[in-house]
């Protein structure tokens, strides 16, 4: 079968990597604009800290998740790549 001497790999793409990495930067962001948000309303006076650590956990918490979201997803990606690349 043709394509068949090369090895079979799970490695997704670099353009697949980057744009997960750019999916994580733009869900912390949104986190850290939610937890602004959050904090912004309930606090009134002198709130540079409490925003700053709003900001902080807010950002931290959705990086994160969003980083396992893109790992699965990529992980997905690169088994159903596996899978076609098997099937004749």
């Avoid at 090895?7 to 744009?19: E, F, K, V």
């Avoid at 956990?57 to 979201?69: D, E, F, K, L, R």
Wanted: net charge negative; charged share 10%; with cysteine.
């Amino acid at each position: 079968m043709p394509g068949q001497d090369a090895p079979l790999s799970a490695i997704p793409t670099p353009l697949a990597r980057s744009l997960a990495f750019g999916a994580v930067l733009v869900g912390g962001l949104c986190g850290g604009l939610i937890g602004y948000g959050l904090v912004s309303v309930q606090c009134s006076g002198n709130c540079g800290l409490p925003l700053g650590l709003g900001i902080l956990a807010g950002a931290v918490v959705c990086a994160i998740g969003m980083s396992i979201v893109a790992v699965l997803v990529l992980r997905a990606v690169g088994e159903w790549r596996e899978i076609d690349d098997r099937t004749p």
